[in-house]
C-alpha cells in the first residue's frame, strides 16, 4: 500500500489569497489525483497529474484556479488561488497503486 | 455521462440487524465498482471491489448489471461499522484504473 501524507491538515485563509497544498508519496506512482469534497458533497475530482508532463483538468476546473506541480514521483502540489468562500472543501491526494485507490488524510480548508 | 447514485444519505440500525446500503450506476460500458469507507478521524480507504467477489469484514457487494446496482450488505451489523460509506466507479481495467466517480456517501449508524 501507498502511504500518503498532506500538507498543512488545515487552515483558515482570507478571500482573495491562495493557499498550496502539499501530497508526499512513500512511493514512486505515475499518476496522482486530487480531489475536492465540498461540505455535504461527494469526492469530485479536479485534475490528474502524472509527473513529467501537464496535469489534465476536468471540466469546471482550470489551471488558473488550481495549478498543479509535478516535480518527481513522489510529490505534488496544488494551489488553490484567488480563494473565494465557495472554496472552502476539504482537498485530497490520492495515488493508485494494487489494483486500488489509495487516498491523503486530506486539507480541511475554510476561506472567510 | 457516468452516475453513480447513492440514495440514503443516512442510514440508522440497531447492532445485530442486517444493513444494506444501496448504490445505482449508470455507466456506457463495463466499469468497476468499489466501495469505500471513512471511519471517524481516518482518512478514506478501500473496503471492498466487485472484481473480487470477497467479504471485508462481514460486509459483502454484488454487482447487478441488469440493475446497474452494487448494493453493500451485512447480515448483522456491529457498532463499529459506524462510518460514511462510499460507492464509486472507474472504467474498464487496463495498465491503471484511472480516476474514480464517487456517489455523495451515505453515513451509517449503528446503535447499541
Known amino acids: 500500500s501507498a502511504v500518503i501524507s498532506q500538507k498543512p491538515s488545515r487552515d483558515i485563509c482570507q478571500r482573495g489569497t491562495s493557499l498550496t497544498i502539499q501530497c508526499q508519496v512513500d512511493s514512486q506512482v505515475t499518476m496522482m489525483f486530487w480531489y475536492r469534497q465540498q461540505p455535504g458533497q461527494s469526492l469530485t475530482l479536479i485534475a490528474t497529474?502524472?509527473?513529467?508532463?501537464?496535469?489534465?483538468?476536468e471540466s469546471g476546473f482550470v489551471i488558473d484556479k488550481f495549478p498543479i506541480s509535478r516535480p518527481n514521483l513522489t510529490f505534488s502540489t496544488l494551489t488553490v488561488s484567488n480563494m473565494s468562500p465557495e472554496d472552502s472543501s476539504i482537498y485530497l491526494c490520492?495515488?493508485?497503486?494494487?489494483?486500488?485507490?489509495?487516498f491523503g488524510p486530506g486539507t480541511r480548508l475554510t476561506v472567510l | 455521462a457516468q452516475r453513480v447514485t447513492q440514495p440514503e444519505k443516512l442510514l440508522s440500525v440497531f447492532k445485530g440487524a442486517p444493513v444494506e446500503l444501496k448504490c445505482n450506476y449508470s455507466?456506457?460500458?463495463?466499469?468497476?465498482l468499489f466501495w469505500y469507507v471513512q471511519y471517524s478521524r481516518q482518512r478514506l480507504q478501500l473496503l471492498l471491489r466487485?472484481?473480487s467477489r470477497e467479504s471485508i469484514k462481514g460486509f459483502t457487494a454484488d454487482l447487478n448489471k441488469g440493475e446497474t446496482s452494487f448494493h453493500l450488505k451485512k447480515p448483522f451489523a456491529q457498532e463499529e461499522d459506524s462510518a460514511m460509506y462510499y460507492c464509486a466507479l472507474s472504467g474498464p481495467r487496463g495498465s491503471t484504473l484511472g480516476r474514480l466517480y464517487f456517489g455523495r456517501g451515505t453515513q451509517l449508524t449503528v446503535w447499541p
Open positions: 455507466y456506457s460500458g463495463s466499469p468497476e
Open positions: 497529474a502524472n509527473q513529467g508532463s501537464e496535469a489534465t483538468y
Open positions: 490520492s495515488v493508485e497503486g494494487m489494483n486500488e485507490q489509495f
Open positions: 466487485h472484481i
